[in-house]
């Protein structure tokens, strides 16, 4: 599978067999191309590494090396840039993830990793094997 880091547009919609469909990315606009999802392969949600925060080390009561607390500090700064407490940033820091076979109407068709983003509600395509 090919690694990519592509903002794409979604649309998202009933995606599967009569009787069996889902919720799930139905269309996605990616490199100028529109691909129509035939089938979800996959579904999941990963979290970012909560326990490398501030909040859980504060919590266990370990102190954090220097490096570690200037990356709390910068998350604490993109946080408050977002109106997002430290914790919740920590805590919210999810993306639902979805591999999905689709095609762009000709005869091209692949496997796509698609990914969710709840901390910024963006969606990136992360990698395709065709």
Do not use: I
């Amino acid at each position: 599978m090919r690694r990519y880091d592509d903002p794409v547009e979604v649309r998202r919609g009933m995606v599967g067999q009569p009787g069996r469909q889902v919720e799930a990315p139905e269309q996605f606009l990616w490199r100028g191309k529109l691909w129509k999802v035939r089938e979800v392969v996959a579904h999941w949600v990963e979290t970012g590494p909560w326990w490398q925060s501030a909040d859980a080390r504060a919590l266990v009561g370990t102190d954090g090396d220097e490096l570690a607390s200037r990356s709390a500090s910068r998350s604490a700064d993109r946080s408050a840039d977002r109106g997002l407490s430290v914790a919740s940033a920590g805590l919210l820091s999810e993306r639902e993830m979805w591999r999905v076979e689709a095609g762009n109407g000709m005869a091209s068709t692949g496997v796509f990793d698609l990914a969710f983003s709840w901390t910024d509600g963006n969606w990136q395509l992360l990698g395709c094997a065709d």
